[in-house]
T-cell receptor
């Protein structure tokens, strides 16, 4: 079992729809969770971090965390073609909160005009 | 504010050679992490440095090494290169000692022939 699992996609949604990206992790000790976006040929950029159970909203993005189910999700409302990218879920290694992150393989999102 | 700067951006080496990659973090950031990204394995953690000390190390052979200088700049070295070392090597910096909120550089793309 991989430590962080994501559906590789591609996930295709029409412009203006809600895109839902999901991630599960295996280490119950993980305390911090992140979503990074990576455009083709570019480096990853942090778009959301979440540390406690529940929802965290930032503009069109909402991160959801359920530690009991070891599940993290990212919702993108009013999806735009510019949101087309690979979305990487990352969790901290164990209970430490350092730069050592375990990344999923990423979900490719395609937003069709 | 300048971002994370990595040099060189592209390089080609042959098997058995060694390579040194350089990373200058965002001004004020004291933590530097290195990741290897390949199509098959995704993003994998190499090591992390904070205040010139290696805090974490990933599951890579001893051929991979790194260091951090007093000005927070970091280098990583790969000796006795193998074909499988061909990858994008990403450096990321973070503000504090206790965060997984990483800012990535553009990466150094290494091709081993």
């Amino acid at each position: 079992q991989k430590e962080v699992e994501q559906n590789s996609g591609p996930l295709s949604v029409p412009e203006g729809a809600i895109a839902s990206l999901n991630c599960t992790y295996s280490d119950r000790g993980s305390q911090s969770f992140f979503w990074y976006r990576q455009y083709s040929g570019k480096s990853p950029e942090l778009i959301m971090s979440i540390y406690s159970n529940g929802d965290k909203e930032d503009g069109r993005f909402t991160a959801q965390l359920n530690k009991a189910s070891q599940y993290v999700s990212l919702l993108i409302r009013d999806s735009q073609p510019s949101d087309s990218a690979t979305y990487l879920c990352a969790v901290t290694h164990g209970s430490s909160n350092t730069g050592k992150l375990i990344f999923g393989q990423g979900t490719t999102l395609q937003v069709k005009p | 504010k300048a971002g994370v700067t990595q040099t060189p951006r592209y390089l080609i080496k042959t098997r058995g050679q060694q390579v040194t990659l350089s990373c200058s973090p965002i001004s004020g950031h004291r933590s530097v992490s290195w990741y290897q990204q390949t199509p098959g394995q995704g993003l994998q953690f190499l090591f992390e440095y904070f205040s010139e000390t290696q805090r974490n190390k990933g599951n890579f052979p001893g051929r991979f090494s790194g260091r951090q200088f007093s000005n927070s700049r970091s280098e990583m070295n790969v000796s006795t290169l193998e074909l499988g070392d061909s990858a994008l090597y990403l450096c990321a910096s973070s503000l504090g000692s206790n965060t997984g909120e990483l800012f990535f550089g553009e990466g150094s793309r290494l091709t081993v022939l």
